[in-house]
């Protein structure tokens, strides 16, 4: 099965227009020696029946957040995803386009992605977002990119050390051959000190870069960070989460040069990793050093309002080797997803969809130190998401994440820098019963396996 | 029939007050922030009812050209129909739901497809490994450079160029400079393929990758690619296959036998996830065995006792390209589509495709030039350089022009090496009827008056943007009156 139209019959009359004998014969430029003279070892051929019942099988043999109850997050959250956002992205007027390069066949793609940039300057209080990016742990390291081509500055970058480690691991990645030296600020009391970062940043610096929520949950001292960054001339890069905006203040307020995040929370399934959507928003004066695609508005040729590709020359296809990134194909889909969820949210429904996250989770907390079975790893404010410090009759986090599988649910993520530390993220998807079920579950865990990792 | 309705920006349809999502009650004790971390108002976002929103991104959807509608020539892009089957089995909960940092315990039948999806793809390439990680094309290139450098610097050597022709695409050179290197461009040669003494003129021991794109850009198959690899390893370099091409050759050639070391893959081209009007791609690279340890982390292994795994702790791997692991709803469609084509279907869909490329081809090449034409792989690319000269009549004017009789326009002006490109892919799922009636269509287009060219579209919704007032005085947002 190979979704062919063409009968055996027309395929005899097509070769005979070209003039050939046989399709073999097509494929004459390919050297003898190298064609493959074997079929490839690969598993026979499905029918959408039998395809239907092995994929079926296989998603049978995950334990999966539709039936345990998702306290997980670290960057990937269970956010409600209203039907209108499946229904409409799954259009195939949007999911079968391809990019919008001929504006005039793809004016419903490139407005959505005008909406989409407008949304991100409306939610972030930023002046320019681009059209997406693949997701956040290269959006970082697309940030810091742009800033030494901004600042020409070759001094250090620095990364406070509560930043998403995946995100800090790509940023390493990306930059392994270039210029700047990626130095990791230290931070022992699970947030950045401005007192410290006041120490390391110099007018050498290209940018600063923190996140807030951190990777731990908690919230960092942004407005002072951003200030002395800012002071010294870097660039102030700030991760961000888009959930978090419905209570928290934005990039835009706090100062941020460029704003970066993982836009999965707004209407993008956690599909084990992936698609999902990379955030990107800078100051106006930034604009030309920003990566990836950019939609504007402009008139046809009647003055009719309309929008197509802008700024095209900082991109791969025109500059080549000195484009601002090598980013062609992005995240479209997920970025019409990410506009459909914020319109059936608006402000009323982010806001109550942050304020759910805030209550919930630190009603988890509570009824967790209640029963004594541990506390914060460190006392800083969070918003919905917190590493909490098993206490010593409890087993480690990965222990309690493997047995509460079987009471349905998905605990947490076992923090990757201490074995006694479970990140537990609730949103506003998690209820009353599964959040006290989830704090009895862990209770009821203590002293069934002593103190361990 | 022109429906406008609910067309206006979401911000002009909206009013203070309506409201769409709402939520129950959270029935916890409310929690509050110190206000230096709180805002005042929440963001300015539009509010819309329900039905406004679904009127809206309904009728911006009829705005599109897509494969569901028109036939979508548009070369390099591999625009082949999207099964309907994949989208319903990619949303089954047991694979939509799962979070990326769940026990390898709770996810081994997501482990299981995703540990068959590297060992296809390597069979496919004829490499030895492979890693889904990279998010698209341009990410596998990043990869696979990286991968390179990591590679020498581990042997001790020091090689800073990567060599990429001038006919390949804008990410090869983009990439090879993030991934430090400098980039140095090969000609073509007057037959479109490589210009084998410019290969040799440039090829020294600073040489790390050559990077080439076979079948190329003009569609066509490089034959002198044994000579090509042989040199490029004997000055100890790496070459690199752009695979954004594999429709052409799946089952007929493998990069790795033909010397490839490295590749990428566009799942969202060869393997039908859709575009989704400007992504999500996948763009997992294979490799030969000696640049396996340097792969990005993780990789699913397979314990002898079947188990999968994802295995981090590689000590030689370059790192992280992304967070997570990929773009794994892309990846599952791959899978879904190479277990419905089977080994036979697989092959079926390269010779289907460049069967119809040759035919649109011999129904087109006596009525539009065809520069390197005289057979192709699985597209080719008309010049209108002629027109352009005698009628004034540009690659974008027919391009333009086409849009009106219900075609998706080639790809224009791509390849650089080509002037006024119309770069033609067919692909394997069009009959021969489109095929007649879309060269039909296009030599009606080419007779007609200049005039008419010159100002088409004259059937849709607008007609000619002005790029140039976009891109001086640009207006990247709507901003309240
Ligand atoms: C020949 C070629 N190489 C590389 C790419 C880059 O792939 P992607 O857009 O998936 O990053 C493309 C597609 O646009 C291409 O056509």
Redesign the interface.
């Known amino acids: 099965m190979s979704y062919i139209a063409n009968t055996p019959g027309q395929q005899a009359a097509m070769l005979q227009k070209i003039g050939k004998a046989s399709i073999a014969d097509l494929f004459e430029s390919v050297p003898e020696p190298v064609r493959l003279d074997r079929l490839l070892k690969l598993p026979p051929s499905l029918s959408e029946v039998e395809l239907t019942a092995l994929a079926k099988k296989l998603a049978g043999q995950n334990r999966h957040p539709g039936e345990l109850a998702c306290f997980m997050g670290a960057g990937a959250y269970d956010h409600f995803i209203p039907a209108v956002v499946d229904s409409l992205a799954s259009r195939g007027e949007f999911v079968t386009a391809y990019t919008p390069y001929q504006a005039e066949a793809s004016q419903g793609s490139l407005q959505v992605f005008f909406e989409f940039q407008t949304l991100i300057c409306q939610l972030t209080g930023m002046e320019v977002a681009n059209a997406s990016l693949y997701e956040a742990g290269s959006g970082v390291a697309e940030a810091v990119m742009m800033a030494m081509a901004a600042t020409n500055r070759t001094g250090p970058v620095l990364v406070a050390g509560t930043v998403h480690p995946q995100y800090l691991e790509t940023l390493r990645t990306y930059t392994a051959n270039l210029e700047p030296e990626i130095r990791e600020l230290p931070c022992p009391a699970g947030y950045l000190d401005p007192a410290h970062l006041n120490a390391a940043v110099n007018d050498s610096t290209p940018c600063v870069v923190v996140q807030h929520p951190n990777f731990d949950g908690s919230l960092e001292e942004i407005e002072e960070l951003a200030r002395i960054s800012r002071a010294k001339g870097a660039l102030f890069v700030q991760v961000f989460d888009p959930v978090s905006l419905g209570l928290l203040k934005g990039p835009g307020e706090l100062g941020a040069d460029i704003a970066v995040a993982e836009g999965q929370g707004l209407g993008s399934p956690m599909s084990f990793g992936g698609p999902y959507l990379g955030l990107m928003a800078c100051r106006e004066a930034l604009v030309r050093k920003l990566p990836g695609r950019l939609v504007g508005q402009t008139v046809d040729r009647t003055g009719k309002r309309c929008w197509v590709l802008a700024l095209q020359t900082r991109e791969q296809h025109i500059r080549r080797e000195k484009a601002t990134s090598n980013i062609c194909t992005n995240q479209g889909l997920y970025a019409i997803r990410a506009s459909i969820h914020l319109a059936a949210l608006g402000p009323a429904g982010l806001r109550e969809t942050a304020q759910h996250c805030l209550d919930k989770s630190h009603h988890l907390l509570r009824l967790l130190m209640e029963k004594k079975v541990g506390a914060l790893a460190f006392e800083r404010p969070f918003f919905k998401e917190f590493r909490f410090r098993l206490a010593d009759e409890m087993p480690g986090a990965a222990l309690c994440v493997d047995q509460l599988v079987g009471n349905g649910f998905l605990a947490g993520v076992p923090h990757p820098a201490n074995p006694r530390d479970l990140l537990i993220a609730v949103t506003e998807s998690r209820t009353l019963e599964e959040i006290e079920g989830l704090a009895n579950a862990l209770a009821a865990l203590k002293g069934s396996a002593g103190r361990g990792a | 029939m022109e429906n406008n309705q609910s067309?206006g920006?979401?911000?002009e349809i909206a009013k203070p007050g309506?409201?769409?999502?709402?939520?129950p009650p959270?029935?916890?004790?409310?929690?509050t922030?110190?206000a230096?971390?709180?805002?005042q108002?929440?963001?300015?976002?539009?509010?819309?009812a329900?039905l406004d929103?679904?009127r809206?991104?309904?009728n911006?959807?009829?705005?599109?050209?897509?494969?569901?509608?028109n036939f979508?020539p548009?070369g390099s892009?591999t625009?082949?129909?999207?099964?309907k089957?994949h989208?319903?089995?990619v949303g089954?909960?047991?694979?939509?739901?799962?979070?990326?940092?769940?026990?390898d315990?709770?996810?081994?039948?997501?482990l299981?497809?995703l540990y068959?999806t590297q060992a296809?793809l390597a069979?496919?390439a004829?490499l030895h490994a492979c890693s889904l990680q990279p998010?698209?094309?341009?990410?596998g290139?990043?990869s696979a450079l990286?991968v390179a450098?990591?590679y020498f610097r581990h042997r001790g050597e020091n090689r800073t160029r990567v060599l990429v022709p001038d006919s390949a695409?804008?990410?090869n050179?983009?990439?090879?400079?993030?991934?430090?290197?400098d980039?140095v461009t090969i000609k073509s040669g007057e037959d479109g393929l490589v210009d084998l003494a410019d290969l040799e003129s440039k090829l020294d021991e600073r040489t790390a990758v050559f990077m080439i794109t076979n079948p190329n850009t003009l569609g066509?198959?490089?034959?002198q690619?044994?000579e090509i690899t042989l040199k490029v390893h004997d000055k100890g370099g790496l070459v690199y296959l752009d695979g954004a091409n594999m429709n052409a050759?799946?089952?007929?050639?493998?990069p790795g036998?033909?010397g490839a070391d490295m590749m990428h893959y566009?799942v969202?081209k060869t393997f039908t996830g859709?575009?989704?009007?400007?992504?999500?791609?996948?763009g997992p690279i294979a490799v030969r065995d000696m640049l396996e340890p340097f792969l990005?982390s993780p990789v699913v292994t397979r314990d002898p006792d079947g188990t999968f795994r994802l295995k981090h702790d590689r000590p030689l791997s370059?790192?992280?390209?992304?967070?997570?692991?990929?773009?794994?709803?892309?990846l599952v469609r791959g899978w879904?589509y190479?277990?419905?084509?089977?080994?036979?279907?697989?092959?079926?869909?390269s010779?289907?495709a460049?069967?119809?490329a040759?035919?649109l081809?011999?129904?087109l090449k006596d009525h539009i030039e065809v520069p390197k034409g005289k057979?192709c792989?699985h597209e080719f690319v008309a010049s209108a350089k002629a027109l352009r000269r005698e009628k004034r009549v540009s690659a974008m004017d027919i391009?333009?022009r086409l849009?009106d009789k219900g075609y998706?326009?080639p790809?224009v002006y791509?390849p650089l090496v080509v002037a006024e490109a119309l770069m033609i892919e067919p692909t394997?799922?069009?009959?021969?009827e489109?095929l007649d009636q879309f060269a039909a269509t296009l030599i009606s287009v080419l007779g007609e008056d200049p005039a008419v060219l010159h100002?088409s579209?004259h059937e849709?919704?607008?007609?000619?943007?002005?790029?140039v007032?976009?891109?001086k005085q640009?207006?990247?947002?709507?901003k309240s009156a």
Not at chain 2, 18 to 23: D, I, K, P, V
Not at chain 2, 318 to 330: A, C, D, E, K
């Open positions: 067309t920006l979401l911000f309506r409201r769409c999502h709402t939520l959270s029935g916890v004790p409310s929690a922030l110190d230096c971390f709180t805002r108002a929440p963001p300015p976002l539009p509010e819309v329900e929103l679904v809206h991104f309904t911006l959807s009829a705005r599109n050209m897509a494969i569901d509608c979508y548009l892009c625009m082949k129909y999207n099964p089957r989208e319903r089995l089954l909960p047991g694979l939509a739901t799962l979070h990326p940092l769940q026990p315990q709770t996810t081994q039948g997501m299981a497809i068959e296809m069979e496919i004829g998010a698209a094309g341009a990410q290139e990043l990286l450098a990591a695409h804008g990410t050179p983009a990439s090879a400079a993030i991934a430090g290197f980039s066509l198959f490089d034959h690619i044994l050759i799946l089952g007929i050639t493998r036998d033909f566009n969202h859709p575009h989704g009007a400007g992504g999500p791609g996948s990005p370059i790192g992280r390209v992304r967070s997570f692991f990929g773009n794994v709803g892309v879904l190479l277990r419905t084509l089977g080994p036979d279907g697989v092959r079926q869909v010779e289907q460049v069967l119809n040759n035919y081809l011999a129904l057979g792989m391009a333009k849009l998706h326009s790809t791509f394997e799922t069009e009959s021969q489109t100002e579209p849709l919704s607008i007609s000619r943007p002005d790029e007032a976009a891109t640009p207006v990247l947002r709507w």
